[in-house]
């Protein structure tokens, strides 16, 4: 990205006072447990999973514990059966790998290393001279989280040559180095580049919009499940950076750059030799969909998988400027590409005019004695020892920052993470196991479900046009300029921003049953909904599919696949249709309900479930249903009389909505004037204390009310 301006207001520009309600904190909350999984014929295990039914917010407690819970069972149904590996070797674990590796001298098995158990004269088979790989190659088979930046297990076998006699020489370490079969292209290129990038960001909210992928759900899907460069910087500081811009309203300076040591191409897919761990774990997912199996894949070895990418370090810092402090300064504004240098440039030396206005515009934001400007840093790579003196820069002591970075670049060779990496979907992995054509639909489905657990649409609205985002169990508010607070609730709104904001979306309702042969879902442009010459939501509120459309790849794996479905029960007893739902139907186009069989209530637009969605035909013939009803998402005003009047007049309310009461004329209102929608269905404050009295009525009650004495 190119390097932008940072424009520091100066006095006259109009301030508005942001007056909005102080945020409580809302606590996240789990979702009660769901039934149990098919028992695994595999592991011999069954899971059960609970959502989270609200999302902490406004600095509430993040939820505790995990998701899923896991217990022993008996399996009604086999382990599917192992395809075999036909001309091909097996390894002790069951994977299969090329006749022509065995007793070749390399370990090409990849635990159990059976291609050479028991081979004689290995020595004049061997397929090489040399069996050193690249330092850290292990790092370019591990999986990725491109949701949460973090690198997961190994996905990738980089210990097997594949046959293969391919060298790589480095000149730093004057060595050569074979390279893995799965490696493509691999080079030893050392590039520092003294050169620090760094931007400004007049607010939060400026920041996540420039950095994040785009918040709309279709675009969200497009650049997760494509090839596609991913930030490799962690989320593990979050935290102090959200917590910085709750205290007062922030600028932000960001510096980065990056330290390479070596540069690797992996294979495509199908070339690629997976590791055995990740392989047993496909091997073991059930043939049936279940979320809670697949999600637990997806949190031991992430969403993608390393398509190519460096091994190095990543250095960047946000640093904290006082948006106030700026202001009082007076500038208009402070030009950062006129202050490049490829001698470090402000991080170590300032010689230009320019640059010494910028350091000098950085000092006075500090705001304390020692001139250092506090930051939270984000670094992969390098000695852990020498990150926490890369979170400041003293502003006085340029050689000292110099120092510090340099320290920590050197210490990159020796310990390097993967970096500027191009990721490809962990669903194209899934190979050699039983009914991987089957696996792989459900995995990519089970990646569409994990992506829209971290839809912002799960968030209330941040006040003030704030951005929400999702951390892990939490949502968090990113603010305009000159806003803050946990809510971003706090500060001013600039000249034009007063009373405007943009539109957000609501999460997806579920599939409606089936008219026509078609389903339809819809959203609503309410979360929050635009006021005051704000955007309305991009895309449309209802989406329509033909009935049957997502199986249809599903029937034609049947035909490929037939071991891996369930075969057609012959029983013919089968549970009458089930008890209607007031407000609500069953999912699903199913006729027969034969013992065991699983539905799934739903409610109907405006209504959310309440309970336990599932429903099981028993032994006896008879439905087991749990507690559930369909609860009205709004608040309804009661019936009102005595010439009490509402503003806005309508059927009912959504979360949020505020209503004005007045009096009609003559008469006086007693009580609060406006009342909220809140987040229970219920009116705060209560309607039942407000009512409209007469105005001769009301001046007896107050002069009939007691003084006071002495």
């Not at 330092?135 to 591990?142: M, S």
């Not at 292209?185 to 520092?192: D, R």
């Not at 540069?263 to 030799?273: A, V």
């Not at 609060?672 to 987040?679: E, I, K, M, R």
Request: with cysteine; net charge neutral.
């Amino acid at each position: 990205m190119e390097a932008i301006s940072l424009f520091i207001l100066v006095g006259f520009i109009g301030e508005f006072p942001v007056f909005s309600s102080p945020a409580s904190p809302v606590n996240c909350q789990w979702d009660s447990f769901g039934p149990w999984s098919e028992c695994n014929g595999c592991t011999k295990s069954q899971t059960r999973r609970r959502t989270i039914a609200v999302y902490a917010q406004f600095g509430g407690q993040p939820c505790a514990g995990s998701a899923f819970e896991t217990q022993a069972c008996e399996p009604t149904r086999g382990c599917p059966a192992e395809e075999g590996c036909g001309e091909r070797f097996r390894c002790f674990s069951g994977q299969c790998i090329s006749k022509s590796l065995v007793c070749n001298g390399d370990s090409d098995c990849d635990e159990d290393s059976a291609d050479e158990d028991k081979c004689e004269n290995t020595e004049s088979r061997r397929s090489c001279d040399l069996d050193k790989p690249p330092p850290n190659i292990e790092l370019t088979g591990k999986g990725y989280n491109a949701l949460t930046g973090q690198v997961r297990n190994r996905v990738l076998n980089t210990k097997s040559f594949g046959g293969q006699c391919r060298k790589v020489f480095s000149g730093d370490g004057r060595d050569y180095y074979r390279l893995s079969g799965n490696i493509l292209s691999y080079t030893f290129q050392v590039k520092i580049n003294n050169d620090f990038n760094y931007e400004f960001y007049n607010s939060s909210w400026s920041y996540v919009k420039e950095t994040s992928t785009s918040h709309s759900s279709s675009e969200r899907k497009t650049a997760f499940f494509g090839l596609s460069k991913s930030s490799s910087v962690s989320s593990a500081s979050s935290r102090n950076y959200y917590e910085n811009q709750r205290k007062k309203s922030y600028q932000l300076l960001v510096l980065q750059n990056t330290v390479e040591v070596a540069q690797f191409i992996n294979n495509n897919p199908e070339f690629l030799q997976l590791a055995e761990p990740f392989w047993r774990e496909l091997a073991h997912l059930p043939s049936l969909y279940d979320y809670s199996a697949y999600r637990k894949l997806i949190d031991n070895y992430g969403t993608h998988f390393l398509q190519s990418g460096s091994l190095g370090g990543e250095y960047k810092v946000l640093f904290y400027v006082d948006t106030e402090k700026m202001k009082q300064m007076g500038h208009s504004s402070i030009s950062t590409s006129s202050c490049r240098s490829k001698s470090i440039n402000i991080l170590l030396s300032y010689s230009s005019n320019k640059c010494k206005e910028l350091n000098d515009a950085l000092k006075r934001a500090a705001g304390t004695s020692s001139n250092k400007l506090q930051g939270t840093p984000f670094v992969r790579g390098g000695s852990s020892g020498f990150v926490s003196g890369l979170s400041y820069l003293e502003l006085e002591n340029p050689a000292g920052n110099q120092e510090r970075y340099s320290s920590w670049a050197a210490s990159v060779t020796q310990l390097p993470q993967v970096i500027k990496q191009k990721v490809t979907p962990l669903y194209e992995l899934v190979k050699e196991v039983p009914c991987a054509s089957v696996k792989r639909l459900y995995l990519r489905r089970a990646l569409e479900e994990y992506l829209d657990e971290s839809d912002p649409c799960h968030c209330r609205p941040c006040q003030n046009g704030g951005l929400a985002t999702v951390e892990g169990t939490q949502c968090q508010c990113s603010c305009k300029p000159y806003t803050f607070g946990a809510a971003c609730e706090l500060g001013v709104l600039v000249q034009g921003e007063a009373g405007k904001v943009d539109g957000g979306w609501n999460c997806w309702s579920s599939w409606s049953s089936c008219v026509a042969g078609k389903k339809t879902r819809r959203r609503e442009c309410n979360n929050p909904s635009p006021r005051g010459g704000g955007l309305s939501c991009i895309g449309e509120t209802s989406e329509s599919r033909r009935c049957g459309e997502e199986d249809e790849e599903l029937r034609n794996l049947r035909l490929l696949e037939p071991h891996c479905f369930p075969l057609p029960s012959s029983s013919t007893e089968s549970c009458p249709p089930p008890p209607a739902l007031n407000h609500g139907f069953v999912q699903g186009e199913d006729t027969k309900f034969p013992v065991g069989k699983n539905i799934v209530y739903t409610c109907n637009e405006g209504y959310s479930l309440v309970g336990n969605p599932v429903a099981r035909c028993g032994d006896d013939l008879r439905w087991l249903v749990g507690e559930m009803h369909c609860q009205e998402m709004a608040c309804v005003l009661p019936a009102l009389r005595d010439g009490l009047q509402s503003q806005p007049q309508q059927p009912s309310y959504t979360i949020g909505d505020k209503v004005t009461f007045s009096c009609s004329d003559g008469m006086s209102l007693e009580g609060p004037s406006t009342v909220l929608c809140g987040s229970s269905l219920k009116w705060n404050p209560e309607i039942k204390d407000i009512r409209c009295v007469h105005k001769g009525e009301r001046s007896r009650l107050v002069q009939g009310c007691p003084h006071s004495r002495e």
